[in-house]
């Protein structure tokens, strides 16, 4: 019984850092063999599949938010075309939702550029990086499409009825307006994303698993825990 715990104490002690030298013991040349080196080339922290995430994440941002922009100018020049056959006057007045169609697809554009700007050191691009501009591509992409459809769809009706009832222009508006932010949410995520990740060293430190910061090496004729620097 006693035994059991003692042994369970001293898990628990390694699993908090604090038995390391119990676990281990005295640190000797065998222990050395635990030494966890990075020998990879680029770096285990930047492997070569990373800038296929940040490419994946550039192309997300423009595509998803075109295709909303797209959605939306269609849709909304179909209805823009219906009322003025009507009110030929309103043409210019009815052209806001195509506007603001549009400007859905400049936010996919500056996240696109962004990434693709932050890509020009290939060997220094971390996979943690990948992932973090996939995220902000794919955060502005699919807010713009979905802000896109949104505004087709309140840009075609709401263009017809306020040619049947002009009070109906500014509520329009307000509808618009709401239906816009919902891409400039995706566009402040991915823009605060795309900024991360900048600090990530490629290569790892080396690493021992009865150290709590660095590895063992042999210092004239004792072997101590050495951080790298």
Same mark, same amino acid.
């Given at each position: 019984?006693?035994?059991?715990?003692?042994?369970?104490?001293?898990?628990?002690?390694?699993?908090? !850092?604090?038995?390391?030298?119990?676990?281990?013991?005295?640190? +000797?040349?065998?222990?050395?063999? @635990?030494?966890?080196?990075?020998n990879t080339v680029e770096g285990v922290h930047c492997p070569m599949y990373a800038g296929f995430f940040g490419v994946m994440g550039a192309t997300a941002a423009i595509c998803f938010s075109s295709i909303g922009a797209a959605y939306g100018t269609a849709r909304s020049g179909t209805g823009i075309a219906v009322a003025?056959?009507?009110?030929?006057?309103?043409?210019?007045?009815?052209?806001?939702?195509?506007?603001?169609?549009?400007?859905?697809?400049?936010?996919?554009?500056?996240?696109?550029?962004?990434?693709?700007?932050g890509m020009v050191d290939v060997t220094n691009y971390s996979a943690f990086k990948g992932f973090l501009d996939l995220g902000s591509g794919m955060s502005v992409g699919i807010a713009g499409l979905a802000?896109?459809?949104?505004?087709?769809?309140?840009?075609?009706v709401g263009v017809r009825?306020?040619?049947m009832q002009p009070k109906l222009f500014v509520g329009l508006i307000l509808?618009?307006?709401?239906?816009?932010?919902?891409?400039? @949410?995706?566009?402040?995520?991915?823009?605060?994303?795309? +900024?991360? !990740? +900048?600090?990530?060293?490629?290569?790892?430190?080396? +690493?021992?698993?009865c150290c709590s910061d660095g590895y063992i090496e042999k210092v004239g004729e004792i072997y101590k825990c050495v951080a790298q620097a």
């Open positions: 019984m006693l035994k059991s715990l003692a042994v369970i104490a001293t898990l628990a002690a390694v699993a908090s !850092g604090q038995g390391e030298s119990t676990y281990c013991g005295e640190l +000797t040349n065998e222990l050395m063999m @635990y030494n966890v080196f990075d003025a056959i009507m009110h030929p006057e309103m043409v210019m007045k009815s052209i806001i939702p195509v506007v603001m169609a549009g400007i859905i697809a400049i936010y996919g554009l500056v996240v696109a550029v962004l990434i693709g700007n802000a896109g459809y949104a505004i087709g769809i309140v840009g075609d009825g306020t040619g509808i618009l307006i709401f239906a816009e932010v919902l891409g400039l @949410y995706g566009l402040i995520v991915a823009l605060i994303l795309s +900024t991360k !990740g +900048t600090d990530v060293v490629c290569h790892s430190s080396p +690493t021992n698993r």
